[in-house]
């Protein structure tokens, strides 16, 4: 008999995680009475009330799986200020640590945009998580930079500090920091990926109509990434603005599998 079928009884439970820099991480924990649990990383500039993780969490949820979905340092409610990759990926770091020290088996990260890119950071640079969801991150931040402001949008931002990015959609994303822009330059997702254990399990997830990060930044993680499976949802924004349900249907059976057969694994 499946998890799903149990029908647990699901408890939430708000959690404060300090990170290596002192400041209070909070999430909200998706409490099944399962040993284990996936963390859920929210985009640039959301938080751990985005419907996409919301509804991810409550697809963990009916499968009986635990979800952790908290705001990254500077979002949401979590202190501190909005951060790089790299210290976002520590961020992840300090709610992993954290469920390891209260008996918590962390079995899978999954990230939305920028957090799908900050949770393959984190498994180019830690290897104790064996499977990791890619929910539309970019991999080619230079050419989508230039792409949605233009060649000059460089030196723009260099003068004024900040730049407004407009999507081919129209949607306008205000008031981006060139200390952003700079890190999304200097973060190379090419060299990361390639450090990414060969063990880990790696779905990306991504949609044909993706109007900010362009689906052809999928097929690149695809190349680059040895066990690697690529699902493209055909029509889905960068949002899943009509494609929620098909995408935490996909995210949530990928992770039951890879459960299944760590499961199979350690009984042998």
């Known amino acids: 008999m499946s998890q799903s079928t149990h029908n647990p009884v699901v408890q939430q439970q708000r959690v404060v995680i300090p990170n290596k820099h002192g400041e209070k991480l909070v999430g909200l924990l998706h409490e099944t009475g399962s040993s284990e649990m996936v963390i859920l990383c929210h985009a640039f500039r959301c938080s751990k009330e985005y419907n996409t993780m919301v509804n991810l969490a409550a697809a963990l949820e009916k499968e009986g799986i635990n979800a952790f979905r908290f705001d990254f340092a500077g979002n949401g409610e979590s202190e501190g200020t909005d951060g790089n990759h790299w210290r976002e990926a520590d961020d992840l770091r300090a709610v992993i640590e954290h469920f390891n020290g209260v008996s918590r088996v962390t079995s899978a990260i999954v990230g939305h945009s920028k957090g799908g890119r900050v949770v393959l950071l984190y498994a180019s640079k830690y290897h104790d998580i064996h499977t990791v969801v890619n929910v539309c991150g970019g991999y080619d931040l230079k050419g989508g930079i230039e792409d949605f402001s233009g060649k000059d949008s460089m030196q723009r931002i260099k003068e004024d500090g900040f730049i407004d990015i407009k999507t081919k959609s129209g949607f306008i994303i205000h008031d981006v920091k060139y200390e952003y822009l700079m890190d999304c330059l200097n973060t190379n997702m090419h060299e990361a990926c390639?450090?990414?254990?060969?063990?880990?399990?790696?779905?990306?997830?991504?949609?044909?109509?993706?109007?900010?990060?362009?689906?052809?930044?999928?097929?690149?993680?695809?190349?680059?990434?040895?066990?690697?499976?690529?699902?493209?949802?055909?029509?889905?924004d960068h949002r899943y603005t009509s494609h929620q349900a098909e995408l935490a249907s996909i995210v949530s059976s990928f992770i039951k599998k890879a459960l299944e057969e760590d499961r199979e694994k350690s009984s042998q």
Request: aromatic share 2%; charged share 25%; with cysteine.
């Open 194 to 236: 390639l450090q990414i254990d060969k063990n880990c399990r790696v779905l990306t997830v991504h949609g044909s109509a993706d109007e900010i990060v362009p689906v052809s930044d999928a097929l690149e993680f695809a190349k680059i990434i040895s066990n690697h499976k690529l699902q493209i949802i055909e029509g889905a």
